[in-house]
């Protein structure tokens, strides 16, 4: 297999000499007629590539391919149409165009004959963006539980404070100020799964999320 790259994203090819038009549909960016496909001839400027010009993969450094659209694209979330310009663009990216809160939704590609494509788990996955792309976005699950030093703790909200964390491990905040706590949380909202809670700070949570609370003595 050869492979190669354009916008950064990865594919392959069982043939070394190739067209233009082969790399943009094998990039899924159709009609081909609709983008501009160029190769990186130096640190500073790319040169095009002809749809039927033929491309050698095994030339050093054919990986840098840039593929733009000729015009903005328009597609679809939820029925309403946004105009893009870029070729590929991550589901938390499609969502920003259509001011849809990624850490409460996710979206679904409908692809034709109705198939649906969920990017519920992979929100940094590189979709093709095409004139005919179209996307609805579904709520992501209820918050039932979040998970408190290896314990699991009821809790329903969308959000949860510093305040919120320490209680639900330490049943109470206590009064002497020279005790202080260290939170850090993994498996949180697509837009920061992991990191630490600052004291006061107020977060976004996800069923089923982890949280760690460490108290400790001001020097």
């Known amino acids: 297999m050869y492979y190669f790259k354009i916008n950064k994203k990865r594919f392959e090819s069982s043939k070394s000499k190739i067209t233009g038009r082969e790399l943009l549909s094998i990039a899924n960016l159709t009609p081909v007629e609709d983008f501009e496909l160029l190769y990186r001839v130096n640190e500073k400027g790319f040169t095009p590539i002809q749809l039927d010009e033929i491309v050698d993969l095994k030339t050093v450094g054919i990986e840098g391919f840039k593929a733009k659209p000729y015009k903005k694209l328009k597609i679809k979330v939820d029925n309403e149409q946004y105009e893009v310009e870029e070729c590929f663009m991550t589901p938390i990216e499609i969502m920003e165009v259509a001011s849809i809160n990624a850490d409460r939704f996710y979206l679904k590609e409908i692809r034709k004959g109705n198939v649906e494509v969920s990017y519920k788990d992979d929100v940094e996955h590189k979709i093709s963006i095409t004139k005919m792309s179209c996307f609805v976005s579904c709520k992501r699950e209820e918050v039932k539980c979040i998970i408190v030093n290896a314990r699991e703790k009821a809790w329903n909200n969308e959000k949860i404070s510093y305040e919120d964390v320490v209680k639900l491990a330490y049943g109470s905040i206590p ?25 006061g700070a107020v977060i976004y949570v996800k069923n089923k999320m982890i949280f760690n609370v460490v108290p400790s003595n001001k020097s």
């Not at 949180?188 to 992991?194: A, C, F, I």
Request: positive net charge; hydrophobic residues 30%; aromatic residues 8%.
């Open 175 to 199: 009064d002497n100020p020279n005790v202080i706590y260290t939170i850090v949380y993994k498996n949180g909202v697509p837009s920061k799964p992991e990191g630490s809670l600052a004291k």
